[in-house]
Structures are given as C-alpha cells and as structure tokens.
C-alpha cells in the first residue's frame, strides 16, 4: 500500500520569506500523481499543484514550486514571497491511476503559520 | 462557477439519532467521494461512487452507508452516531477519466453529536 509521510507538522515563515515543505512517499508504481493541497483554517481543500510522476520537469505554479525526485520518492513544496494568506494545513496526497475511479492517499499534514 | 456544495455546513445531532449529510455538485463529474477529516488529522477516504458504482473502504464502519440518486447529488447517512462520529465530512469530485485526476472538494460540514 502507498503511504505519504510529511515529517513537519509544524512549520513557520516571516511573510515576504521563502519555506520549503517535505513529503515523502512509499509506492512501487512508475505512473502516479502526486498533490499538494491547501486547507485554510476555513477547511474547504483547495489544489495547489499537482506532479505527474512521468514528467521530469518540477511543476510550478506563481509563487508555488515543487522539487519532485523520483527515485528518492520526495515531493517538497517550496512557497516563495509568503503571504499571510499562505497560512494553512498543507496536505501532500498521492494518487496512483485506476482507470477513474483513483484514491487519493494523504500525508499528516504540515501546519504553516506566517508571521507579519 | 461550477463547483461542489455541501448542506448543511453545520450539523447537530443526538446520539443515536440518524443524520444524512448532503453533496452537490455543477462539475458533472462522475466520481464523487465522501472523506471523514477528525481535528488535526488528514482526511480519511470513507467511500466512492464512480457512476452508480459504490466502492465501500474495508475500514468504513457499517454505520455509515451513502446513496447517489442522480449525478448530482451524494448523500452520506450515518445511522446511530456516536460521539467518536464527530468530525468534518468532506465531499470530493473527480472526472473519473482523462488524465485529469485532481479532487475537488466541497466546503464540508462539521458534524456534532451530543
């Protein structure tokens, strides 16, 4: 069975700064994807980037990149220019393809705070 | 916008009474998911509907069951809560096809028991 392992539950940034966020996976598949999603204190989850296993080109959305490595099975998420509304639960979630009907496998979550 | 809508945001039950928890959707998705998500903890997969089809997890307490009357529409019924049911329920979508897997979710409801 895949598991996702996010090490940090807890992390903190001084806005304007940059913070990196680990993930790391178990899996012996070679086709997956993998997410990064975002739960303010609101709750409602909202995507923030997603990696196709078989595109080697790390995924990068605004202020938002990835560095995917593959054969380490990690998948951190670096914010940049942090904003007070980057603070959140951050969730690092797998999905491996079933032919639709795919379930998403959660890390633990990583708290971010970010400090004014 | 196209989205997914949970009713009610807020629920409160008593102990043993039955409770039904509802989902919508405009995306015309064709999988829907229901997730149980306790404080501080990552959202735990409950079950899926790919269509009409019902894929139940192993671990999902029988007190628990879902009904999908339309594509639409989700409902998750929980039969005798109990307090340890207290927790937010999360509804998702996805495509179901393509190679477009991302999960959309609603806003939740954060369910009470006394």
């Known amino acids: 069975a895949q598991t996702v392992t996010q090490s940090q539950p807890e992390m903190s940034v001084q806005e304007a700064e940059t913070v990196t966020l680990s993930c790391t996976y178990d899996?012996?598949?070679?086709?997956?994807?993998l997410f990064w999603y975002k739960q303010p204190p609101s709750r409602q989850m909202i995507l923030v980037i997603r990696?196709?296993?078989?595109?080697?080109q790390n995924a990068t959305e605004n202020r938002f990149s990835v560095n995917f490595q593959k054969a380490a099975k990690s998948f951190s998420l670096k914010i940049s220019d942090s904003q007070l509304g980057d603070a959140a639960m951050y969730f690092c979630?797998?999905?491996?393809?079933?032919?639709?009907?795919?379930?998403?496998?959660f890390g633990k979550g990583t708290k971010l705070t970010v400090n004014p | 916008d196209a989205m997914v809508i949970q009713n009610p945001r807020y629920q409160v039950t008593q102990f043993g009474k039955p409770v039904t928890l509802s989902c919508s959707q405009t995306?015309?998705?064709?999988?829907m998911y229901w997730y149980q998500q306790k404080s501080s903890q990552a959202p735990k997969l409950l079950f899926h509907?790919?269509?009409?089809?019902?894929?139940n997890e192993a671990d999902t307490p029988d007190n628990f069951q879902s009904r999908r009357p339309n594509t639409s529409f989700c409902f998750l019924d929980i039969r005798s809560p109990g307090l340890g049911d207290a927790a937010m329920y999360l509804c998702?979508?996805?495509?179901?096809?393509?190679?477009?897997?991302?999960?959309?979710f609603g806003p939740g409801t954060r369910l009470t028991v006394l």
């Open positions: 979630a797998f999905l491996e393809p079933q032919g639709g009907s795919e379930k998403l496998v």
């Open positions: 990696q196709e296993a078989y595109k080697q």
């Open positions: 998702a979508t996805s495509p179901g096809q393509g190679a477009y897997n991302e999960q959309f």
């Open positions: 509907y790919y269509d009409k089809d019902f894929n």
């Open positions: 995306l015309n998705h064709n999988v």
């Open positions: 899996t012996s598949e070679s086709d997956y994807y």
